[in-house]
């Protein structure tokens, strides 16, 4: 006090000085805190802690996110509308909230649910959970989820009741669903195979629910076991999902595993990128996987069986219109060959290879010709934050020029794919993108 | 020779052409944002498609709020949601800084698309307001020359009016919504429909200022609390 009646000009530049390394702490802390100390040496980690670290990596490889929340809104609290043929389902809220979401169950509830498809409350689950797939998920792995949702910001969020359509309201109908396509059983290791296979085989079988989308959903919303990885339409999305065992889509027997490795964690690779619903999968989950896990999940998907050991050897640009061929290639010339270039070489990662392209060239021209109508962008990732992308071109190109385009890359530097109708283009060009 | 073929196929003026895709460096920003260019051109100039707007110029935080919209899916336009559904924050900023420092010229405004009577009373809305109805004047916060302001104000002049009646309209039925407090819902719910034809005809019709860029934050105060303003600042 007396220093400041006795030299208020000094006393006001101490302050301000005080001030000033303040700031300067503050900045220093803010810039630099790997810098500081995150918590006393010596300091454990606790078991708790540990669980809830590796639940919530579990629940990022699981992808629980993307059906359990809705876009920009709370993470967990549910309402996501997964539209199917059979009407509408409503993704549960899964924060711990007493009254609208887990916060009254067990690690046994959970359990229980994860493994056998039966609710806390005694109800069948409809198989949009992947409890077929989850089942194979270890007791530890169960708990460890539990634990992470159990710690994550309850949010009080009323579930939305399913809108299904008679008779799919029926919750007894999924007795005879699950006696045809739901086999119960945690994964059981291989001893025969690494490791490294099992745990990829795990992954892929359990948390990373892939047969989801790569197998056909039959018209009864199953899936064989027989059929399992042999690729499918989406249903309700347009998007065609390609068979993991087929050299002829996207199997992949003669890919280099590092390959296979950055596609599923980094979103794009050398040889293919991810567009639309995989893109989603790699942003949401597959990006958050260790190098270990992806190369395993890499490792056990390049050795699964391949049914179609090779693709058709001969190019069918014989089977093409001559003036299709030529419009196809004038296209082609005008719009795209500035990034794939003249030789369809592309130029990888960027811009992807359409030559020996596989997701060009197999049987169902889905894909390739949504990618020319609404173009796409790789997913941006911790490996590829800025990723490249292809602009729409359904405002461009008419039905004839996009499926000459489309017909030209399929066929065209060796490619062995078939050529394609403007019907087919015209069909996709009515339905807006997802 | 098929090289020959495509060069030699009819192209609009080179202002606002279709455009194709190309760029001179492969790891570069330009070469990356190449998903925009057919709608939106090489530089945000806008393309002779129709509907798509000029971006270029605009300020970064209002190109950043919108894609950050598409993406989270608050502004509803299905191409654009799909197109940047799975790219990071850090990645639209970027974008977003990249159109707001193009600077191409500007197309020719639209010919006269209205009669007199209902020019007049779209300037009277741009330049004036509506005191009866509570609409303040475009100009008071998009600026006199009506190149937006900064961080996150449009720029409205090199619109088309069809854009133009499409977003107000969306506005005024609950489908387009900016952050909270939403003034533009505010401004859009008291026009009628012959106000926002008539705004946006005379809108279409300006010429761009000698100087484009927008206006600086702090010169104006806003007749009305904006939510995008706040949220914009980094």
Known sequence: MSLVRR??????????LLVLIGIGAAVLHFEHPGRLPARPPGAEVNATTQTITRGEYLARAGDCVACHSVPNGREFAGGREMPTPFGSLFAPNITPDDDTGIGRWNADDFYRMMHTGVSRDGSLLYPAMPFASYTRITRADSDALFGYLQSVTPVSQQNRPHELKFPFNDRDLLIGWRTLYFREGTYQPDPHESAQ???GAYLVQGLGHCAMCHSAINALGGSSESAQFEGGMIPNQNWYAPSLTSNREAGLGDWPVQEIADLLQTGASHRATTYGPMAEVVYDSLQYVTDEDALAMAVYLKALPQHEPSAPPNPQARLVEPSA?????????????MCHGDDGKGQAPAYPPLAGNRSITMRTPVNPIRVVLNGGYAPGTYKNPRPYGMPPFSHILSDDEVAAVVTYVRTAWGNAGTPVTAAEANDLRKLLPE | MLL?????M???A????DATPSFKTLDSIDARVQGCVTCHGHSGEGTASGYFPRIAGKPSGYLYNQLAAFRDGTRKY??????VATLPDAYLREIADHFAQEAPPFGSPQGANAGATVLLRGKTLAMVGDSATGVPACVACHGAGLTGM??????LVGLRSNYIVAQLTSWRVGNRHAIAPDCMRRIASRLTDADVGAVAAWLSQQQPPKKSEPGSADLERMPLACGSQGQAER
């Open chain 2, 78 to 83: 299905p191409p654009m949601n799909y197109l």
């Open chain 1, 7 to 16: 030299h208020p000009v000094l006393a006001s530049f101490a302050l301000s």
């Open chain 2, 14 to 17: 080179a202002a606002q052409s």
């Open chain 2, 150 to 155: 900064q961080p996150a104000i449009p720029g």
């Open chain 1, 197 to 199: 296979w099992n745990r």
């Open chain 1, 325 to 337: 061929l030529a419009l196809g290639r004038t296209t082609y010339v005008a719009q795209c060959a």
């Open chain 2, 4 to 8: 020959a073929a495509a060069t030699c």
């Open chain 2, 10 to 12: 009819p192209r609009p």
